[in-house]
């Protein structure tokens, strides 16, 4: 049962706050804000706000892992012949599967209007259960989950694509885009999490008075407005908002400043329950402090379910909570009341001592360090020592008994309600397509501009080999065309392998895509053509400045219209080779094996673009690489660019009677050299096809 009490502790007139700025609706601190919108927006619904109540039951997480027998490897000194007989003997190792136990029958209930805490050492399953609870855990053939998961009733498979939209994850990972400010970052988050109140959540604010549902309307407007200077206001961020968040390689935020932007990422969009994984590292207590109060007052005023999982809490931290989890090796050694918890292991011969923390406390059952707690009057053998002891002994409890008899009993009719009139009409995203990849497309290319030296390094490269190109081979003769063909095939390959060195760089974007991807902030579809089209004015200014040096000093056709197809040819082969590198950092596991693969697709393409071997000379089974080769489509327009112009569609040039000597002008006999087909529509369909 679900008591369902709205947030009047305030009255209407309690706090007189201004709707101009985040600093203004925080001017009087972060509850006094929850009570001013809280009780506004439940005057107008009739009621309490929407509620989620999360339940889980039996649930068992299992890992099947490949391991490799290598007791008979004798450890030697690493010396190259040991190191080569190492790896052989590896490979030839018997291999069989383990099952590893991640979460062991686990049930519970996290509640609305509550804050969870939950407790447990490195490697009792904190994560894995939060990220099974939010939707996150990756779902692999060798991982094996058993037991049912209920939001306000419904499984999580019915909700599992737009579970992201009501179910928040704050990961312990501190990954973002280092180039961006902390509010660049979190402003961005909102955006793509709806940038302000939805129309569809305004038209349920009809069943006050006109003036309380107006009053509502302003004040959830202002603080949805306003959220992104309102979190940064919460989480103490206010004095470096426009200082870049950085990383280990760029000079930005502190690491506790980058832990509380990583915090904040999450806090955007009209989440039911707050899932946080270790928030408080690299934070001090006070710090700590203030952001579990923020989040408990968001609990209880706007009746979300926070669970939020910590490491050592401070006690003053600890009081916060309303309830614990106690998790170890996979086990639940107990959920219930924080009040009830070292009461209830004080009865199974445990007592934490006045100097103690209760947390830390905790922490200790289970694990060597229990004995110091131990009582004397209980006796030895009925104390517990392991963690499925401890689970034993928990799911015979009074505590246990009273959870189970919630998980038995129906989901109360006003959650199933509330999923009804307010979850069941939440998109899977936001935005439309159009405007999330609108919203992507300012991000990327902000991050783009903000490569400073990657622009100015890409910048003077392409300057200098441009006049270095055009100063050796400076106005060359035409009729050469082995000649020409090879400055062609050179150029085509700068502007192509130069987008090699951008693999690092899409490399270090997948962490942060593959975070707010799985938070429904945007589309793969959206994150693909925004970082293409993010490339668009790159690749036309490298086009543009070496194609003009390269042309007009390496002595090409004089005419605009051939100069305008050659740039036009560089500009999309360099983006066809762009998205060939996005593809690999892609499909690629990581930059080990992303840089020796794109150096071996470099060499098929060099070989295969017609001019080391031209298409005559590909064996037919590998005739497929040079059709689908873009240097090789670049390649063979610009020579038909070059070659069709009317100037070389004669017979007789520079004293050489083509027509006479070959049976064809001058121009099909450079062509025809190379095999490269003589019709213009060559040109366009080269175009075509790279910019497809």
Not at 154 to 174: A, G, H, I, K, W
Not at 276 to 297: K, N, P, Y
Not at 634 to 639: M, P
Request: charged share 20%; net charge neutral.
């Amino acid at each position: 049962m679900v008591a369902k009490t709205p947030a009047d502790a305030c009255q209407p007139m309690c706090a007189s706050i201004e709707y101009d700025s985040g600093k203004t609706l925080m001017a009087q601190g972060s509850q006094a804000l929850h009570d001013h919108v809280a009780y506004r927006m439940e005057k107008a619904l009739g009621g309490t706000l929407p509620q989620m109540e999360v339940r889980f039951k039996n649930v068992s997480i299992s890992v099947d892992v490949v391991v490799k027998d290598e007791t008979d490897i004798k450890v030697e000194l690493p010396t190259l012949s040991n190191e080569l007989l190492k790896s052989v003997r590896g490979l030839c190792a018997k291999k069989h599967t383990v099952k590893k136990q991640i979460l062991k029958n686990v049930s519970g209930i996290f509640k609305p209007g509550t804050i969870n805490l939950v407790l447990g050492q490195p490697g009792s399953g904190k994560s894995s259960l939060m990220k099974l609870l939010s939707g996150r855990f990756p779902d692999h053939k060798n991982i094996t989950i058993e037991g049912e998961v209920t939001y306000n009733g419904t499984p999580v498979n019915e909700l599992l694509r737009r579970l992201p939209q009501f179910v928040s994850y704050v990961t312990q990972r501190d990954k973002h885009y280092p180039s961006l400010t902390v509010k660049e970052t979190l402003e961005f988050a909102h955006a793509c999490c709806g940038g302000g109140f939805s129309e569809r959540d305004a038209q349920h604010f009809v069943n006050g008075t006109p003036e309380e549902n107006k009053d509502a309307l302003d004040a959830a407007r202002s603080m949805s407005k306003h959220h992104p200077d309102i979190v940064i206001q919460q989480l103490g961020l206010d004095n470096c908002e426009s200082t870049i968040v950085g990383d280990a390689m760029t000079r930005g935020v502190s690491g506790g400043e980058r832990k509380r932007v990583t915090t904040g990422e999450m806090e955007f969009g009209n989440k039911y329950v707050m899932m946080m994984d270790e928030i408080s590292t690299g934070l001090d207590s006070a710090a700590t402090f203030d952001i579990i109060a923020t989040q408990r007052s968001l609990a209880k005023k706007f009746r979300k379910t926070v669970v939020i999982s910590l490491l050592q809490p401070s006690p003053e931290v600890f009081e916060l909570f309303d309830n614990v989890v106690i998790l170890n090796e996979g086990y639940v050694m107990y959920h219930g009341p924080r009040a009830e918890a070292s009461g209830y292991f004080e009865g199974l011969g445990f007592k934490c001592p006045p100097h103690r923390d209760v947390a830390d406390f905790l922490l200790d059952l289970g694990t060597d360090k229990q004995a110091q707690y131990e009582v004397n009057s209980i006796r030895s053998s009925s104390i517990p020592r392991s963690a499925s002891q401890y689970a034993d002994l928990f799911a015979r409890s009074t505590i246990n008994g009273r959870m189970m008899e919630d998980l038995r009993d129906p989901v109360h009719p006003s959650l199933i309600k509330d999923k009804v009139k307010h979850m069941d009409p939440i998109p899977e995203f936001h935005q439309n397509f159009w405007n999330s990849t609108i919203t992507v497309v300012q991000r990327q290319i902000t991050l783009t501009t903000r490569d400073r030296a990657f622009l100015v390094g890409r910048s003077a490269m392409i300057i200098l080999m441009g006049l270095l190109y055009s100063s050796v081979f400076y106005q060359i003769d035409e009729a050469n065309a082995q000649l020409m063909m090879g400055i062609i095939v050179n150029a085509v390959m700068f502007v192509s392998l130069g987008q090699q060195a951008q693999i690092p760089i899409f490399m270090a974007a997948r962490e942060v895509f593959y975070k707010q991807r799985r938070a429904n902030f945007f589309r793969t579809a959206s994150f693909v053509l925004s970082n293409s089209v993010s490339q668009i004015p790159l690749g036309l200014a490298e086009s543009l400045i070496f194609g003009s040096i390269v042309y007009w000093m390496c002595g090409y056709v004089p005419t605009v219209e051939a100069f305008l197809f050659f740039e036009l040819t560089m500009f999309l082969t360099n983006l066809a080779m762009t998205s060939w590198f996005f593809f690999l950092s892609c499909a690629s596991p990581n930059l080990n094996v992303a840089y020796p693969v794109s150096v071996v697709s470099i060499l098929f393409f060099v070989v295969f673009a017609g001019f080391v071997i031209t298409k005559d000379q590909i064996p037919d089974y590998l005739i497929w690489i040079y059709w689908i080769n873009p240097m090789a489509w670049g390649v063979r327009a610009l020579a038909v660019n070059q070659y069709t112009d009317a100037r070389f569609d004669t017979c007789v040039y520079k004293n050489v009677d083509y027509c006479a000597n070959y049976n064809m002008t001058m121009g099909e006999y450079s062509l025809r050299t190379f095999e490269v087909p003589t019709e213009k529509f060559w040109l366009w369909y080269g175009m075509v096809f790279m910019a497809a």
